[in-house]
């Protein structure tokens, strides 16, 4: 997830794109979505069993650094909201009431340096992308 226009808040765009280019979506077991800034783009997955998100997460560290975490480890606001506006978590909520919630969703963030507008990441974030990409294919591997 991410927004491309946006320096690092599209590095989960330019990891998904990386993933890819490796040819790691050719499987039929492993369906990677460059998902953008479309949090609700999740309630047309079919039948899955594990739910990977790559975004940009605010954490008051060091650029770069990588967050592991599930959705249940931050907060989130149970406000009403229009089905235009839906978050990340309304989006696994509508999913959960669906029946349709994947078994596990696991969230790697990555602590972003610029938020402005450009099309590639920082150099701190660009350096971590070979990581990330790691991080994400040990994840496939838990399934």
């Known amino acids: 997830m991410g927004n491309l226009l946006l320096k690092d808040e599209g590095i989960g765009v330019h990891v998904a794109h990386t993933l890819k280019e490796m040819g790691l979506d050719s499987g039929a077991n492993l369906n990677i979505l460059d998902a953008g800034t479309c949090p609700d783009v999740i309630l047309s997955l079919d ?17 770069g650094t990588i967050y592991r975490f599930r959705p249940g ?27 349709a919630k994947p078994k596990d969703v696991v969230i790697i963030g990555v602590q972003p340096k610029e938020v402005d507008w450009g099309l590639e990441p920082s150099v701190e974030l660009a350096q971590r992308i070979p ?12 399934c």
């Not at 039948?47 to 650029?63: R, T």
């Not at 235009?84 to 989006?91: A, L, N, V």
């Open 47 to 63: 039948s899955v069993d594990k739910l990977i998100i790559v975004d940009a997460a605010e954490g008051n560290c060091e650029p």
């Open 131 to 142: 990581d990330i990409v790691r991080l994400v294919v040990e994840e496939t591997k838990k």
């Open 73 to 99: 480890d931050v907060a989130s606001s149970a406000e009403a909201c229009s089905a235009h506006e839906m978050s990340f978590s309304h989006s696994l909520m509508m999913l959960d009431v669906l029946g």
